[in-house]
């Protein structure tokens, strides 16, 4: 048997390629066998049958994009909420239940931030320097329930007020007079003014310090307050607002609703910084709408009592009290 003809094979170059044979073309040495089969499609269709994309094919992916983008960005919304509300809210309680444990644990051992000086007989240009960041005095506001008591902070940045309501440092303090004016987070943080628009004219406020609770009362009209009671509706609410907008002999009301920059609020005659004051006042703020700080809410009230310490005995204004 030849060499060029073995096993049945011809390769001599008459006897050309077999049936089934490796077939290796000039030129296209690189190439052996046929091509691969091209794999069909999910719909078992080659890419060559499958007919173009229509218009409404793309339109129905871009719609789906901008669904799962808005979810994406939903659910993120809905993490910063979470932390605002409710995880800032934790770290603010615990700092200031700090803040009160310090102030606490200070009293006890005779350490007064304010000195112990009388407060009622104050001049109104002498200010008290208390160190930014701690607390001087303890809040309550019974209308907000029994249990409700805050360490009011010295200082109103972004730290004072993370533990709790914060003292504006250029006004007064508690029974001096003038304006002792007080600012708070209303959603989040701690939230200690979350119900600031629930006060009414006659409400009270006690402030404890060291030697003395100060009693102060939310103005507005009291009369006007008690009929607004009587009515129902939309008509109720409308007279509660306007008894809370009703001003007292200089001009201060028990409530107003002003723009963030309007500082003439904490002035020591509250609205009108040219007067010279005669009275102890006391003025909360914090932001309004709730959820928002396009303006500010500012609650006033005036000091109507004040008595001294006497161990844990408490004012007859809070539950309990029998001073």
Sequence with gaps: MSDLSR???????????????????????????????????????????????????TVRTVIRGIGQTLITCGLVLLLFVVYEVWVSN???????????????????HGLDPLRGED?????????????????FANLYIPA?????????????????????????????????????????HRVGKGEPFLNLDQLHPGDKIVVQTATNWYVYTVLGSQPAYRAALKLSGSQRQQAIDAALAATDRQG?????????????????VPDHPDETPTRALLTFTTCHPKYTANQRMVVHAVLTRAVGTHGSALPKELAGGTL
């Design 90 to 108: 934790l770290y603010a309680d615990r700092k200031q239940h700090q803040a009160q444990h310090k102030l606490a644990t200070d009293w006890q």
């Design 252 to 268: 201060v009301p028990g409530r107003e609703i002003v723009s963030p920059n309007a500082v003439q609020v904490i002035a020591p």
């Design 144 to 184: 907000f329930g029994k249990d409700y008591v805050k360490t009011i902070i010295q200082g109103t940045g972004d730290g004072d007020l993370d533990r709790g309501p914060g003292h504006y440092v250029n006004t007064q303090v508690p029974g001096q007079i003038g304006n002792f004016a007080v600012a708070g």
């Design 119 to 135: 407060r009622l007989n104050l001049p109104i240009g002498k200010q008290v320097v208390l160190p930014v960041g701690d607390g």
């Design 7 to 57: 096993g049945g094979w011809d390769f001599s170059e008459a006897g050309g390629a077999p049936a089934g044979g490796l077939d290796v073309l000039a030129g296209d040495a690189d190439r052996i066998g046929p091509p691969p089969p091209v794999p069909p499609t999910r719909d078992g269709a080659s890419p060559a049958d499958r007919p173009p994309p229509r218009r409404g094919d």
